[in-house]
Nanobody, 123 residues
Framework: QVQLVESGGGLVQPGGSLRLSCAAS????????IGWFRQAPGKEREGVSC????????YFVDSMKGRFTISRDNAKNTVYLQMNSLKPEDTAVYYC????????????????WGQGTQVTVSS
């Protein structure tokens, strides 16, 4: 069974950090681009970041470059999203998605989506 599973979410205070994980099973993610997306209640889904199969990184919002870092460990079949200096507006369900090789059009062309992990930033 092909599956993506997100983990690492939780409740954190403003200014805190979290590391999200996206683990793949049923396929080898070495040849896939993996993207992170988020959706707050009542709002549209938005892209966060993406890493291609060769390690090229894409950040959908410039301000995230200084706070969020995407990385991958192919040996563990896992992609990570390190989130620092978290703000209340970062509160959302975070999803990962997989698309062959490249990040282009990952928002509409992804083959697989995970179920999401909740991130809540609040004091």
């Amino acid at each position: 069974q092909v599956q993506l599973v997100e983990s690492g979410g939780g409740l954190v205070q403003p200014g805190g950090s979290l590391r999200l994980s996206c683990a793949a099973s049923g396929f080898t993610m070495d040849n896939y681009a993996i993207g992170w997306f988020r959706q707050a209640p009542g709002k549209e889904r938005e892209g966060v970041s993406c890493i291609s199969s060769t390690g090229v990184r894409l950040y959908f919002v410039d301000s995230m470059k200084g706070r969020f870092t995407i990385s991958r460990d192919n040996a563990k079949n896992t992609v990570y999203l390190q989130m620092n200096s978290l703000k209340p507006e970062d509160t959302a369900v975070y999803y990962c998605a997989a698309k062959p090789r490249y990040c282009s059009e990952i928002t509409t062309r992804s083959d697989y989506w995970g179920q999401g992990t909740q991130v809540t930033v609040s004091s």
